[in-house]
Structures are given as structure tokens and as C-alpha cells.
């Protein structure tokens, strides 16, 4: 068993309570949580902390909130930047904690900002407004960008735009905090691409598409330094045959051990876990069952890979699962929790 203790953090959007963090001590055996504080934070559409684990960033209707993860899990506020545009919808740091990216649905645009030595979030390096104009259909005739992280070497950065249905790449300058855009992969039209993850060695990227409810699988090799080829090797669906119509596809997760990837459907109101390949970075469908709510926002599989929790935004509630990956099984294990319009949760190990 894991003795490492954990806190996982939920962001909610905020009405009637204005405090949009909500910190949970993670019982590691039953996979329970219990509730331990709550920050104050307008609507944080979705949260990231540093790689180093000191760190934790949100966002706010304001731009990026900036906090220092303490010992026992409670946040510290440092400090908070304005993005200048809309309330972002993603937002992810690079790998040597320099930078910190901001994706904007509403507006398309993409904004870099600068990170501090104290964690703090600074000035804005790079601001990129997509342009173009895709299918005249409500979601896609207009840039959406919906998710942006870095290649696992570090070098690219990888934005997705659902509504082009393209993932752009830009190749970071490390100094400067600008990107220089050299290449664009391509998704199949009105697929929506909108979240992506990359495997641990660096090799393959996984991009969920949330019209087309499939995971695209792309193979990533550096030619040259400055030159990197993409090549799709596998496209495979989020649902059942007999899915809910009208879905989407929503989240897209990473299992701590880097062996599992969960995908969750909103109108199917299902959770599909996939088994990674090392060798050729394919996926094979381990289960695709529901997550008895509405609207699974985000999901992630507990670091003993035993556990489930799912972010249900439009039923208001938290609801947990055991995992049996051998038998391709999910049951219900503990009751659900409330809680007013989830958006994201990240687990964060801690010291007290």
C-alpha cells in the first residue's frame, strides 16, 4: 500500500459560495475524502501546480492565481496576474517551472506568463490570438483554444483548437518566454480536438476529441533540432455501441504509474479507461461504464491505481469508485459528495 499522505484540490465555478478551492485529505485505503479547508477564489475553471509540488495555479475570472503548497496541504496565496483577455479554460507549466500557459476558450487566445524563483506568477511573455473559420456550427466556426502543454523534452508546445480542429506547435523560446510556430497537427473536421497528454518517455501524444468522442494517438520523433514529425498511428472511441446520443467527450488523464489513461463522456455520462502500450504507444480499452452522475467534467485514477473519483459539473457532486483494471470493473465505494459545479481536481502529496 501507498503510505505517501495526499490532498487533492477541486475547483468549482462560484455563486452562492465564493470560495472556488476546496482542499480534501485522501484516505489512501478506502480512497475517501475528507473535507480539511477551502480558499477564496472567483470561478476556477481549472487548476495545475508546479512540477516541483511546491507550487499550485488557478484560474480566476481575473487572470492566474499564484500559491505556495504548504507542509500539511493548506494553500498560501502569493500572488495574481492578470492574463489580459477572458477567463481561461486550461492551464499547464512547463517542465522546468519558468512558465506557466493559459489557454482561452472564449476568446481563442493563448497567453504565456513568466514564473518567479518565489512560485509567484509575472509578467506576460507571449499573448497569440488564433485566427481562422471553421464549419458553421454552433462549437466550431471559431478558434477555441482549449488546452496547451509542453513535449515531455521540453521544447514544443502543444495547443489544441477545437474549433479548427487543430493542435498547433510551437517551439518555445526559453529565454524570452515566445513561441515560434513550426508546425500544426491535424484532426479530422469537426472532431474538436480538446485535451491532449503525452506518454512519460516522450513518444507519443494523446489528444481527446470531444465531438468525435475518439482518443487520436501520434507518434513524436525530434528529426532535428528544430524539427519535429507526427505521425497518427491509432484513433479509438471514448463510448460503447450503445452510448448515450449526443455526447462529448471531456477530460483526458494521465494514471500515476503512466500505464492508464481515463477519458470521460458527458451525455453518455461515462468513464473510459484505456491500457497503455509502452512499446508502440497504443490503447486498449479496459473499461467504458457510467459514473453515476451528469456531466463528468474531470476523473482521475488514485496514485494505488485501485481508485476513482469523478467531477460531476451539472449533478453538483463528487462520486468514488474501486478499480479492478484486471477485470475491467468500477463499483461504487463510497457515497457521493455535493459540491457545486466541479471543474478539475489534482492530487498532491504532503509531508503533515
Given amino acids: 500500500m501507498d503510505n505517501t499522505k495526499y490532498v487533492a484540490y477541486v475547483s468549482t465555478y462560484t455563486s452562492k ?27 476556477s475553471s481549472y487548476l495545475t501546480c508546479a512540477h516541483s509540488r511546491k507550487f499550485l495555479y488557478s484560474i480566476t475570472d481575473f487572470g ?14 502569493i500572488n495574481e496576474a492578470s492574463i489580459n ?36 506568477v509575472g509578467e506576460i511573455t507571449e499573448e497569440i490570438y488564433f485566427k481562422g ?4 456550427m454552433e462549437r466550431n466556426f471559431q478558434p477555441h483554444v482549449t488546452c496547451a502543454k509542453m513535449s515531455r523534452d521540453n521544447r514544443f508546445l502543444f495547443a489544441t483548437d477545437s474549433g479548427m480542429d487543430h493542435t498547433y506547435v510551437y517551439e518555445l523560446d526559453h529565454n524570452k518566454g515566445t513561441l515560434r510556430q513550426i508546425d500544426i497537427i491535424r484532426s479530422e473536421m469537426n472532431s474538436g480536438p480538446r485535451h491532449l497528454i503525452t506518454s512519460a518517455d516522450g513518444k507519443y501524444i494523446y489528444i481527446v476529441n470531444e465531438l468525435a468522442n475518439t482518443v487520436d494517438v501520434f507518434s513524436y520523433e525530434l528529426v532535428s533540432e528544430h524539427d519535429p514529425e507526427f505521425e497518427k498511428i491509432q484513433s479509438i472511441s471514448t ?6 446520443s ?3 467527450s471531456c ?34 480499452r479496459v473499461l467504458c461504464l457510467p459514473i453515476s452522475g451528469s456531466y463528468p467534467k474531470d476523473a482521475l485514477i488514485y496514485p494505488d491505481n485501485r481508485h476513482l473519483v469523478s467531477l460531476n459539473h451539472e449533478s453538483g457532486t463528487m462520486t468514488f469508485f474501486a ?14 459528495i455535493k459540491i457545486e459545479h466541479p471543474n478539475c481536481i489534482i492530487f498532491v502529496p504532503v509531508k503533515a
Fill in 251 to 284: 477530460a483526458l488523464t494521465l494514471s500515476a504509474d503512466r500505464e492508464h489513461i481515463c477519458a470521460t463522456n458527458a451525455g453518455d455520462n461515462s468513464v473510459c479507461i484505456f491500457k497503455r502500450d509502452d512499446k508502440t504507444g497504443e490503447l486498449s
Fill in 17 to 43: 459560495d465564493k470560495r472556488g478551492i476546496t482542499i480534501y485529505d485522501v484516505d489512501n485505503e478506502t480512497g475517501v475524502f475528507t473535507e480539511k479547508g477551502k480558499v477564496a477564489i472567483s470561478n
Fill in 246 to 248: 449526443k455526447s462529448i
Fill in 85 to 120: 483577455g477572458m477567463r481561461g479554460c486550461y492551464l499547464s507549466v512547463d517542465y522546468n517551472d519558468k512558465f506557466i500557459f493559459v489557454s482561452g476558450y472564449h476568446d481563442g487566445k493563448l497567453t504565456v506568463l513568466r514564473l518567479n524563483d518565489d512560485g509567484g
Fill in 323 to 336: 478499480c479492478d483494471m484486471e477485470k475491467g470493473l468500477i463499483y461504487m465505494s463510497s457515497k457521493e
Fill in 239 to 244: 463510448l460503447n455501441e450503445y452510448h448515450a
Fill in 64 to 77: 492566474v492565481k499564484g500559491f505556495r503548497i504548504l507542509d500539511d496541504g493548506f494553500l498560501e496565496e
Fill in 133 to 136: 473559420l471553421g464549419d458553421v
